[in-house]
């Protein structure tokens, strides 16, 4: 079974990404991920590796926050970026994609998915007019 606030906060985080996804977030989008991104504040630990100091999440203290808190990590770490700019949504599935093409011209996520099936209606949705303008004219 699923825990219902489990799943609004879920979907809550996920409005706030469709918010934030190409645009710089402000005011109460900022609030909430800040809030979020406190809430396993007992568990994180520091720990140096290589020569760096890395922020970790304890598993076994932050219990089911670990999940939130991964979801949030990867929201703020993203928004940091200077890669924000080239966030999209597909158009297709609504999921999100890093645009790294040259010019910043792509449009799905994965052209054999999303792509090859957006462009297999544009085709069919073409085909069809044609048809009915020659049936029209005949």
Request: with cysteine.
């Given at each position: 079974t699923s825990d219902p606030d489990e799943e609004e906060w879920l979907a809550g985080v996920g409005r706030t990404a469709r918010r934030v996804a190409g645009r710089v977030a402000e005011g109460?989008?900022?609030v909430a991920l800040s809030e979020a991104a406190a809430a396993p504040g007992t568990a994180m630990r520091l720990r140096s590796s290589r020569g760096r100091?890395?922020?970790?999440?304890?598993?076994?203290?932050?219990?089911p926050s670990?999940?939130?808190?991964?979801?949030v990590e990867s929201a703020v770490v993203l928004l940091t970026s200077e890669r924000l700019a080239r966030v999209k949504a597909c158009p297709a599935c609504g999921w999100f994609f890093l645009d790294v093409s040259k010019n910043r011209s792509r449009r799905w996520c994965s052209?054999?998915?999303?792509?090859?099936?957006a462009k297999a209606r544009a085709y069919y949705q073409r085909s069809r007019?044609?048809?009915?303008?020659?049936?029209a004219h005949s």
């Open positions: 109460p989008d900022l100091v890395l922020r970790t999440l304890e598993p076994t203290l932050a219990g670990l999940l939130r808190w991964r979801l052209m054999t998915n999303c792509g090859s099936l007019r044609r048809a009915g303008r020659a049936r």
